[in-house]
């Protein structure tokens, strides 16, 4: 089974062969490979085929980033780390995070698109590379990165066909790369289309028009869903004659890409046109009510805007991006850079802008009040689809002295987005930004400080000058939602601090405070963190109290992101109040939530405390496995809790001896996302199962598994073939009932720590472990 996020191809991959095998060539001797070429070129459908090609020789797999919308080069380390799946929770460079990542990783790292971020791109790359001996990175770029050790690939337009030396095509003209594309990409839009030798000919003049750039072939054979061929040609041809008379300097591929582009902006309304010009203001996802919201006045009515944006989908304009939480759509690169120019031209971008940062305004403060309600979840998938959005909202709002103000909201608004996201470099950076550009005092101001000082101790960073002006300006104005969301910041520091007396008493004045103010998620979340705090200070009582007040709450559904943090204090309180089944059924709540919210700061918190819970003698194995695992993830605003593992530690080192070094080394190599397997007991079959067997090859493929080989390796080492391989894995995770190779890892550790196999007489079969807890009392 391959890792990696690289896509499956949506349509078929055509000619490139030469190309293809040129940069597998180049990645094999080479660590840094850039391809490059002008835009439309097909740049990156040749990386992910390469990518795809050669996925087997990487066992931690092929991992893409897409930086097409990323055009501030200190965003760049936070966009890798998102594209890999992880998180930036605070405490550590993000520099150091993508560091640590793949230091010891054997995996290929695909950058697309890095033309705005070309330097950045370079310094990540030599960062990396330096400290991950085994990492391998395949670019996609305008220019070269010119970092040290790069191959430099060009890539060129697809292979034409020859100018025809008489009226008729030549035999192998349907063979020919560019005509092949066109006639793919065409019979989807018209299946069943045979085009006669003349249709040919025309079709090879289409592309020779368009010098074979893939993109614009692409883009012409959807023509076809309202064109003829020949009509097609015909409207392909004037076109051209017309920009080449207006733009004799531009290269000649860039002047038939934008000749084709200005044929599909031909086929449109002028509504339509008025509308996809409009639309450029927008990065990355968009809905139909931000189009209403955004781009609708007189000229373009909100109550058409329906037709307008089915129409532009009809069209090719726009793509669908449907997601659960609502239709989506997104203006494709070269379409949206086209739009660009033609906003600029109107005059009307600086309107436009300030529309779009409205709505990331209103979006951001509609799910400030949400993200701890029953809609939680959907509230996230909104925020992280217009994340693209938002980072442009807050660049445009920075470049207008007068929305400067409106940006500084907006960032602050996110305060909670940033940790759940796993952007808190980010959100510090925007943050910082925005103070250093509206220095008034004001209520923004001042809560936009709040925002700060609570991510700087997120991030394990000083948090006391931000908070002591934050609390200057609070003497000066009078406003009670400020008063309250200092009250909690300053108590989350307190908690960060050790001294949970004072934390309670703080976090019981902005619980006050919220009421006071009707701010249902500010009561919500210092519910969390005064139960949390309470329960830690030794006073569980009050802690559950919290908890019970929180479930009693309307909006206290499974959706709501708070209630995985209250199921954590739940857990801690009953194990110190000796109710061990109580913990472990919390626990385990926990961490589910956790994982299906993707809470991988949630999840931190389930790793850090679980081997606290973890019973004397049973599950003693597990507890140095957790111990471990709590130290490569860890929260530093949770250092309360080392007192505890502290002592935790010390009974577990007593009752494995030399055993525990051993084990706890291999508790800091497991993924987070392996350890919350052992969080949630999914390192042995469900008790519900039975018993089952694993047989001898069975085994030894598990064993070559947990070492971290590929199908392909495993092929080699058993002598098997890679589809036979694939089957024993295949196996082996529906007998244990597992869903990826990294349970299957972890369950073998355990098992070699028993000294369990299927040569000592061992049989194989896998029993439900028993879990309990150990009271401190």
Known sequence: MRRGNVPAELTTFVGRRAEAATVERALATYRAVTLTGTGGVGKTRLALRVADEVADDFPDGVWLVELDDVRDGPLLPSTVLGGLGLRDDGGIRVESLLVDHFRDRRALLVLDGCDTVVDACAALAEVLLRAAPELRILSSSRLPLHTLGESVVPVGPMELPPEPVGDEPGPDLAGVDAVTLFLDRARAIRPGLDPDPRGLATIARICRRLDGLPMAIELAADRLDVLSLAELDERLDDAYRLLARSKRGAPARQRTLQALVDSSYALCSPREQLLWTRLAVFSGRLGLPAAE????????PREGMLDLVAGLVDKSVLSRDDRPVGAGFRLPRLLREDAAHRLAASGEEPRLRDRHLDWCRRLAQQASEGLLGARSDSWMEQLRGSHTNVRAALEHSLSRPERVADGLRLAADLWFYWIMAGQVAEGREWLARGLRSAPEPSVARAQALGAAAYLAIVDDDAADDLLAEANRLEARLDDIGLTANLRF?????????????????????ARDAFRA????????KTLCLLGMASTLAGDTERGLRCCAEFLARPDASTDNYGLPYIQWTIALASWIDGDRAAAV????RCAELMRRFDDRFGMTTCVQSAALYQPVGAGDRRAALLLGAARTHRIPALTVLDELLDRRA????????????????EGRRLSLDAAMDLVVGRTAAPAATGAVLLSKREWEVA??????????????????????AEGHVQKILGKLEFLSRAQIATWMTEHRLRGAGPTDGHDDRVHSPSLGVRSTR
């Open 293 to 300: 919201f955004v781009c609708a006045d007189d000229a373009l």
């Open 489 to 509: 910041v300053e108590g989350f520091l307190e908690v960060r601090h050790g001294d949970m007396g004072t934390a309670c008493d703080l976090l019981a004045a």
């Open 517 to 524: 103010a009707g701010d249902a998620m500010g009561i919500s």
């Open 585 to 588: 059924r919390a626990q385990r």
């Open 650 to 665: 010390a009974e577990v080192r007593t009752a494995l001896g030399d055993r525990y070094a051993d084990l706890v080394e």
């Open 703 to 724: 064993e070559l598994v947990a070492a971290g080989r590929s199908n392909k390796e495993i092929a080699a080492a058993l002598v098997i073939s890679t589809r036979t």
